[in-house]
């Protein structure tokens, strides 16, 4: 089981906005750790898409946003356009586990 | 540019092991950690371990100490991933990435490296 949880799917049409949750608990999110997203494209590797909640990487449309509150994150896409459609997820720190980087179990976005 | 450029697919039997490279550039190789990501075939990304190229030290996920191992050459800006007694449900592609610290993001990743595990 993941130690972060994130909706498996999620869906929107074009130009709506859309939201992915990310829960966590007082060992990583809640602890003060940065949440970061990715996107993965179909037969890809990972791409950085927000760091640190709320930074986006330069090149990322600012349609991307990041937030976080207490030991939640979400990721919010505005405009969605059809090349969205992906599987996003977010990652952390958690200080329970020896150190490790955790990730959440990931959520599908489909652009209808 | 910054690039991670990984080995190529492999076909292991259950029992094996698999050593997986991938070649740092563009950056200054000693400043940055590796970190190993895997995702097996319709599952989510789980993260392995990393290393320290600037002093050789690692990090290991619980459920992968014993098995795996991070070396690196810093001649040739390289680090490796090992994996031991493969069993199917090792097969995954594989990736490094690069992170700047511990609870840091992953902002660059390798193009990444399947491992196929079958007798």
């Known amino acids: 089981q993941p130690v972060l949880t994130q909706p498996p799917s999620v869906s929107g049409a074009p130009g709506q906005r859309v939201t992915i949750s990310c829960t966590g608990s007082s060992s990583n999110i809640g602890a003060g750790y940065g949440v970061h997203w990715y996107q993965v494209l179909p037969g890809t590797a990972p791409k950085l898409l927000i760091y640190n909640n709320n930074s986006r990487p330069s090149g990322v449309p600012d349609r991307f946003s990041g937030s976080k509150s207490g030991t939640s994150a979400s990721l919010a896409i505005t405009g969605l356009q059809a090349e969205d459609e992906a599987d996003y997820y977010c990652q952390s720190y958690d200080r329970s586990l020896s150190g490790s980087r955790v990730f959440g179990g990931g959520t599908k976005l489909t652009v209808l | 540019q910054v690039q991670l450029v990984q080995s190529g697919a492999e076909v292991k039997k259950p029992g094996a092991s698999v050593k997986v490279y991938c070649k740092a550039s563009?950056?200054?190789?000693?400043?940055?950690?590796i970190d190993w990501v895997r995702q097996a075939p319709g599952q989510g990304l789980e993260w392995l371990g990393k290393i320290n190229p600037n002093d050789d030290s690692t990090l290991y996920a619980q459920k992968f100490q014993g098995r795996v191992t991070m070396t690196r050459d810093t001649s040739t800006s390289t680090v490796y991933m090992e994996l031991s007694s493969l069993r199917s449900e090792d097969t995954a592609v594989y990736y490094c990435?690069?992170?700047?610290?511990?609870?840091?993001?992953?902002?660059?990743w390798g193009q990444g490296t399947l491992v196929t595990v079958s007798s």
């Open positions: 563009g950056y200054t190789y000693t400043s940055y950690f």
């Open positions: 990435a690069r992170s700047y610290s511990t609870a840091s993001s992953l902002d660059y």
